[in-house]
């Protein structure tokens, strides 16, 4: 009996395109896991690091004001200082500008005083004549903005606040003392506005 020839297998083509496809799909894992199926933390360079919130930042600021430290205090008084002595440096440089302006007013009227010094020695201003009574009014007025006259018959010469005139050699004082009284010094506040003109009794 002849042999049978057998039929040589013809290769399905479906069936090796199906092996192709599920070896293609085990060889490709999915973006962000690895081989076996575990999916890798996310790296974050910040992770470790402190973050300082708001109220982290409230509670640090009052801290320091509950509990100053040593440099804050001595910051707080050097300011507490300087701001008194801006304050007191203020507070005179007011009053010195006012004194010079009411200085330069009153100069104005100090001819008008010594005339009045003169009329009084002269016996012009006594009793209630409407002349003195005119003098009293100027001379008030002006004493209340601050306006004080020096220079009496008696007291020691000093030459910052008297002007000799004339010296008289004298057995009867020790020191220079003023004898008589020409012209009255004026003083405003702590301001000399002008010196008195006097003659001065000198030892022998």
Known sequence: MADEKETPEVPDPDAGAAD??????????????????????????????????????????NAEVQDPSDEHLADLKRITA?????????EANRELERERAVGAAVAVLLPVLDDLDRAEKHGDLEGDAPFATIAAKLRGSVEKLGLTAFGEVGEPFDPQR???IFQQPSGDVEIDTVADVVETGYMLGGTQLRAAKVVVKTPQ
Do not use: Q
Request: charged share 35%; hydrophobic share 30%.
């Open 82 to 90: 300087e701001y008194a002595n801006y304050r007191k440096r203020t």
């Open 162 to 164: 008297h002007e000799a």
């Open 20 to 61: 192709e496809v599920t070896d293609a799909a085990a060889s490709v894992t999915p973006e962000g896991e690895d081989a076996e199926g575990e999916t890798p933390e996310a790296e974050n360079p910040e992770a470790d690091e402190d973050v300082l919130t708001v109220d982290d930042i409230l509670n640090a600021a």
